[in-house]
């Protein structure tokens, strides 16, 4: 276990953010000399990964704890891949497709790591990393004991999960190998791009979808290593459909997926699209051109600007659809 204080804390928002203390974790041994690090210190903690999904405070008066798992181990027998919280998603994903493993490759390109993956049950394309999940080893800070749990214990549904609220440390994820043997083309972005580039359906493959998946974001979405950003800055918000307003804007402007007779998904880019004329603008925070849903800055920006601004989306969204929208990133709090 490597301790360090007045560490910075890495974010892909590029917030200037520091911590009291930087802990690194690298085996399973350092468990327990951290659980005394917390104990004596009783400090807040907060479990970092790469920071592409986190906005943090200038300064953290706490204990950030930095999981460095690095292993890949292949289970054949029983047709699971165990892997270290450190490994980058993307990493993984093509590590997948070379061994010609399914269910992976329309989540190319997400940012971040293993670790963080089923904190929000991250999906994109038609595919959540829920689907892929066999069990996921974790670390209780709390009560100093190891766990393993289940899918089913990890109660997954859409950006959520129950290991948003648990103390714990993931250290390690078995995936299924062998969860899914086809290829999932329905998702309308990539049923659009196929079309429009005339490519045959037989002439896929996980490679070539992997790649179609990364072109698709490469065009909509900014890279956080030259344009800081958290990738999308609200979920998709989940509603009664009676209930939005349609004083200002008919239901058919905006983009409504059907979840069951009551309830349906709104797309939160197009509602923020629709009233981004009205917000005060904030010269180091812009409304990403190609996908309203992200936020970018030029870095020179804090916790509280960017909060400011987000609130000032909530606001009007609420005033003039009565839609509540709700902050993807996680906000890390003193
Ligand atoms: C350009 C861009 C595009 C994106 N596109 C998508 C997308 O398509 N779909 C999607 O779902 N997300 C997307 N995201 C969000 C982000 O990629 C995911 O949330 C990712 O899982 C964050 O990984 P991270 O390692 O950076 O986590 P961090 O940002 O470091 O942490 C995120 C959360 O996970 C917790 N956490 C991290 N590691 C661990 C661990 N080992 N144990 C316990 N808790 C942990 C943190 O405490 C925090 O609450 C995007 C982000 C960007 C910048």
């Given at each position: 276990?490597?301790?360090?204080?007045?560490?910075?804390i890495k974010n892909?928002?590029q917030?200037?953010a520091?911590?009291?203390?930087?802990?690194?974790?690298?085996?399973?041994?350092?468990?327990?000399?951290?659980?005394v690090?917390i104990?004596n210190k009783?400090?807040?903690v907060f479990?970092?990964?790469?920071?592409t999904?986190?906005i943090?405070?200038?300064?953290y008066?706490?204990?950030?704890v930095?999981?460095?798992?690095?292993?890949?181990?292949?289970?054949?027998?029983?047709?699971i891949?165990?892997?270290?919280?450190?490994?980058n998603w993307?990493?993984?994903?093509?590590?997948?497709?070379?061994?010609?493993i399914?269910?992976?490759?329309?989540?190319?390109?997400?940012?971040?790591?293993?670790g963080?993956?089923?904190?929000q049950?991250?999906g994109?394309?038609?595919?959540e990393?829920?689907n892929?999940?066999?069990k996921?080893?974790?670390?209780?800070?709390?009560?100093?004991?190891?766990?393993s749990?289940?899918?089913?214990?990890?109660?997954?549904?859409?950006?959520d999960?129950?290991?948003?609220k648990?103390?714990?440390?993931?250290?390690s994820?078995?995936f299924k190998?062998?969860?899914i043997?086809?290829?999932?083309?329905d998702?309308?972005?990539i049923?659009?791009?196929?079309d429009?580039?005339?490519?045959?359906?037989?002439?896929?493959?996980?490679?070539?979808?992997?790649d179609i998946?990364?072109?698709?974001?490469n065009?909509i979405?900014?890279?956080?290593?030259?344009?800081?950003?958290a990738?999308?800055?609200f979920?998709?918000?989940?509603?009664?459909?009676?209930k939005?307003?349609?004083?200002?804007?008919?239901?058919?402007?905006?983009?409504?997926?059907?979840?069951d007779?009551?309830?349906?998904?709104?797309?939160?880019?197009?509602?923020?699209?629709l009233?981004k004329?009205?917000?005060?603008?904030?010269k180091?925070?812009?409304?990403?051109?190609?996908?309203?849903?992200?936020?970018?800055?030029?870095s020179?920006i804090?916790q509280?600007s960017?909060?400011?601004y987000?609130n000032?989306?909530?606001?009007?969204v609420?005033?003039v659809f009565?839609?509540?929208?709700?902050?993807?990133p996680?906000?890390?709090?003193n």
């Amino acid at each position: 276990m490597n301790i360090f204080e007045n560490h910075n804390i890495k974010n892909s928002l590029q917030i200037k953010a520091s911590c009291r203390f930087y802990v690194e974790i690298t085996n399973k041994n350092d468990f327990n000399e951290l659980y005394v690090f917390i104990r004596n210190k009783q400090l807040p903690v907060f479990i970092l990964g790469d920071g592409t999904n986190i906005i943090p405070p200038e300064y953290y008066d706490g204990i950030i704890v930095k999981p460095l798992f690095n292993n890949i181990n292949y289970l054949n027998e029983t047709n699971i891949v165990s892997v270290g919280a450190s490994i980058n998603w993307h990493y993984l994903v093509k590590e997948m497709v070379s061994k010609n493993i399914y269910g992976f490759e329309n989540l190319s390109l997400i940012p971040g790591t293993v670790g963080a993956a089923p904190i929000q049950n991250i999906g994109a394309y038609g595919q959540e990393v829920c689907n892929l999940i066999n069990k996921v080893d974790c670390f209780n800070y709390e009560t100093g004991k190891f766990l393993s749990l289940t899918k089913e214990e990890c109660n997954f549904s859409y950006r959520d999960s129950s290991l948003k609220k648990g103390n714990l440390i993931i250290f390690s994820i078995d995936f299924k190998t062998d969860s899914i043997n086809r290829l999932n083309l329905d998702y309308k972005s990539i049923q659009t791009y196929l079309d429009a580039n005339k490519i045959n359906l037989d002439s896929l493959n996980l490679n070539s979808v992997s790649d179609i998946i990364c072109k698709i974001r490469n065009s909509i979405l900014p890279d956080p290593s030259e344009v800081p950003n958290a990738g999308s800055f609200f979920k998709n918000p989940i509603i009664d459909k009676n209930k939005i307003n349609t004083e200002h804007f008919s239901l058919d402007k905006l983009i409504i997926w059907d979840i069951d007779s009551k309830y349906v998904k709104v797309g939160a880019a197009r509602l923020i699209e629709l009233i981004k004329k009205d917000l005060i603008e904030d010269k180091n925070i812009n409304i990403y051109d190609k996908h309203a849903l992200v936020l970018t800055t030029n870095s020179k920006i804090s916790q509280d600007s960017i909060l400011d601004y987000a609130n000032q989306i909530k606001s009007k969204v609420l005033e003039v659809f009565n839609i509540s929208l709700e902050i993807e990133p996680t906000i890390i709090s003193n």
